[in-house]
């Protein structure tokens, strides 16, 4: 769907390490290049994507915001709060991915052996989390293609790197609604079973379930939940790989109001 309007453009993490800062400079050069060749990008971030994305825009200059056409936020986490209660909370989410979490972010980097017990912990419970997501279902070639490289990241990618994308999810602040993180078009989507992953107490949750607030950091976003025609298959957080069917109706009809506005009015 996306291709129908341009080319596709995507930052691939190393695997074997991860820096805030490495990121924030491609995502710069590239919307510097594609500035030069006159194109005014959509930018999608997804799940922990979107933090890392907010936090790039929440420091850039209005020079960089000009150049970016809109937004798009999928199942966005802005900070660790979203995936971990606080202590006294007890109900609710889903406790293996807490409590690996949590036990992830206080490991000591310099401990190469607990670090790595507790990074095999956390590829068996994004393992079984992907699984519980297949379940019962036709897979086509397209799809077990799509799960064999999940797989084989899930697998593959060696402790350092797991640590860092963890440690930089930490870092990241959740944004005061005191100021605009980006003033141009925004499109989020959240799942409908997007508590099955964020915890109830989730930050990110709580501001766009309120429109007062969302629209002070987003002044032009629309929030819509993401449904399957299935009651029996809601849709998870993310999943974009089973429910693209459902994502891709929303996006392709806010995008197409976003690049052809003359067309839909006419209509």
């Not at 930018?43 to 020079?63: K, Q, T």
């Not at 379930?209 to 950091?217: A, E, I, K, P, W």
Request: net charge positive.
């Amino acid at each position: 769907m996306l291709r129908r309007h341009g080319s596709i453009y995507y930052i691939n993490y190393p695997r074997n390490g991860f820096c805030r800062e490495m990121l924030a400079a491609q995502l710069g050069d590239l919307l510097h290049d594609l500035k030069r060749k006159g194109q005014k990008p959509m930018v999608m971030g997804i799940s922990f994507g979107c933090g890392l994305l907010l936090d790039y825009l929440a420091a850039a200059p209005e020079a960089i915001h000009e150049r970016v056409r809109g937004i798009l936020l999928i199942s966005p986490v802005i900070c660790t709060d979203d995936l971990i209660r606080p202590v006294h909370e007890k109900q609710g989410g889903i406790r293996f991915l807490e409590s690996n979490l949590k036990k992830l972010l206080a490991a000591n980097p310099e401990r190469q052996e607990e670090l790595e017990k507790h990074i095999e912990r956390s590829r068996r419970c994004f393992q079984a989390l992907f699984n519980s997501g297949a379940e019962n279902r036709s897979l086509g070639v397209r799809h077990l293609a799509i799960r064999s490289k999940i797989m084989d990241v899930i697998n593959k990618t060696p402790c350092r790197g797991g640590f860092e994308r963890m440690a930089a999810l930490r870092e990241l602040s959740f944004p005061s609604i005191n100021n605009s993180v980006f003033a141009g078009p925004v499109l989020t989507l959240l799942a409908e079973n997007e508590l099955d992953i964020l915890v109830p107490s989730s930050p990110t949750m709580r501001l766009f379930r309120d429109q007062q607030s969302y629209t002070r950091l987003f002044p032009r976003c629309p929030v819509r939940t993401v449904r399957s025609a299935d009651p029996l298959d809601g849709v998870a957080h993310a999943s974009m790989i089973f429910h693209h069917q459902a994502y891709n109706e929303l996006i392709d009809g806010w995008y197409s109001k976003l690049l052809y506005p003359r067309l839909q009015l006419a209509v």
